[in-house]
């Protein structure tokens, strides 16, 4: 490992450190500047890690794989706190929570059969999924809001996760940094020609 992947790995290391820290923090210290900390830092390191090893020109697949893994632990723990503290939030979005975990199931599941790893397609509409995320978790956990809005990063990730599905059926061998349909489409094109 090179010192310059230093900095986008330690960002992304970083995320992946908060994740606890946001869970132990519902269960035994629940504190909106904690969790509005963790959160903000989480959310930032997430936009420059990406940012940072392009420029550095050390953005490998391993290190945007291991960003889309950290990404996915870290919103977990914060879907845990929001669970452990507003769990009547949760229940108003149940059924499409569990249409959403059953689609990132169904994604991991074809990616690994297809290209025996997990897709790290870094969409447009994860990155809108993210943004939401952040902003309704900052308005849950920080905040307090528990109105209906907070649920549209669940109708987000669906999207996502359909869009991810199809990029995964059109390709046919494993890529990263994918960033709609529309690009997966040019991407088989050009492949076919």
Do not use: N
Request: proline share 5%; hydrophobic share 55%; glycine share 8%.
């Amino acid at each position: 490992m090179s010192v310059r992947s230093c900095l986008p790995l330690a960002l992304t290391v970083m995320r992946l450190l908060l994740a606890p820290v946001l869970a132990a923090g519902a269960l035994f210290a629940p504190a909106p500047g904690l969790f509005g900390l963790c959160l903000t830092l989480g959310f930032l390191s997430d936009v420059f890690d990406g940012i940072i090893a392009r420029r550095l020109g050390v953005a490998t697949p391993g290190l945007r794989r291991l960003d889309s893994a950290v990404d996915t632990v870290f919103y977990l723990a914060a879907g845990f706190a929001a669970w452990h503290l507003h769990p009547q939030v949760i229940a108003r979005c149940s059924g499409a929570l569990l249409m959403l975990g059953a689609l990132e199931l169904g994604r991991y599941l074809l990616d690994f059969a297809k290209f025996g790893r997990e897709a790290s397609y870094h969409m447009w509409s994860s990155k809108a999924w993210g943004l939401a995320l952040f902003v309704s978790f900052i308005a849950l956990l920080v905040l307090g809001y528990t109105g209906p809005w907070v649920a549209t990063p669940v109708y987000l990730g669906i999207v996502a996760d359909v869009e991810g599905l199809a990029i995964s059926l059109l390709l046919s061998h494993w890529q990263s940094d994918v960033p709609s349909l529309f690009h997966a489409m040019r991407l088989r094109s050009v492949a076919r020609a």
